[in-house]
């Protein structure tokens, strides 16, 4: 069974403090690592998908990166603004729907 | 850009009793899915529709069923309501091309059961 496991589950960081968020999976053939942003009561909104290992993708202050075991999300110099909970899913070989983790809920202090 | 479109984005019913949620997709994606999140938990799969044919199904309980019409949209038709089934139900769609399916995500609609 696909197993999808986030930390921290709670980062605070202050204005302008770089930090890293884990996403560690178990899955039986990769298709695709999402990961979403998500603001209390509102959906999931995508940020990236990663395909396989050693891939990089990087949008505005967040870097995703993939291994064969995990991804990380870094965030670079982070403002109040990306205060969210960061949700990673994986996406099976054959299938189409996202086993998500439990999230990691980010508050950035200015 | 169109977007998913849920309905109704609030509901509030009583134990016991029944509720449909609808999902619009975003035009052209042939794929359906319906999660439920509750308070402080990552969304669970519950079912999914690829050319309006049920394709996955996850814990989704007997009282509750689904279906997607000939125009795309679905329904989430829930009975006998339970405290537990308090949440937020998103419903999500991704057109299943080559490649990692992207799932774009409703904003929700939020049921409280009484």
């Known amino acids: 069974e696909d197993q999808v496991t986030q930390s921290p589950e709670a980062l605070r960081l202050q204005e302008g403090e770089s930090s890293s968020l884990n996403c560690s999976y178990t899955v039986s053939g990769l298709r695709g690592l999402f990961w979403y942003r998500q603001d209390p009561g509102k959906g999931p909104e995508f940020l990236f998908t990663l395909y396989s290992a050693g891939e990089e993708k990087e949008k505005e202050r967040l870097k995703a990166t993939l291994t064969k075991k995990e991804s990380f999300l870094h965030i670079t110099a982070p403002k109040p603004e990306d205060s969210a909970t960061y949700l990673c899913?994986?996406?099976?070989?054959?299938?189409?729907?996202?086993?998500f983790g439990a999230g990691t809920i980010l508050r950035v202090k200015s | 850009a169109a977007g998913v479109i849920q309905s109704p984005r609030h509901l509030i019913k009583e134990k016991r009793e029944t509720a449909t949620l609808k999902c619009y997709p975003i035009p052209r994606h042939d794929t359906v899915y319906w999660y439920q999140q509750g308070p402080g938990q990552d969304p669970q799969f519950l079912i999914s529709f690829y050319e309006k044919m049920q394709s996955d199904k996850g814990s989704i309980p007997d009282r509750f069923s689904a279906q997607q019409f000939s125009d795309y949209h679905s329904e989430l038709n829930m009975s006998s309501l339970e405290l537990g089934d308090s949440a937020l139900y998103f419903c999500?769609?991704?057109?299943?091309?080559?490649?990692?399916?992207?799932?774009?995500f409703g904003a929700g609609s939020r049921l409280t059961v009484l």
């Open positions: 999500a769609s991704s057109f299943a091309g080559a490649g990692a399916n992207v799932l774009t």
């Open positions: 899913a994986v996406q099976e070989e054959y299938g189409n729907k996202l086993v």
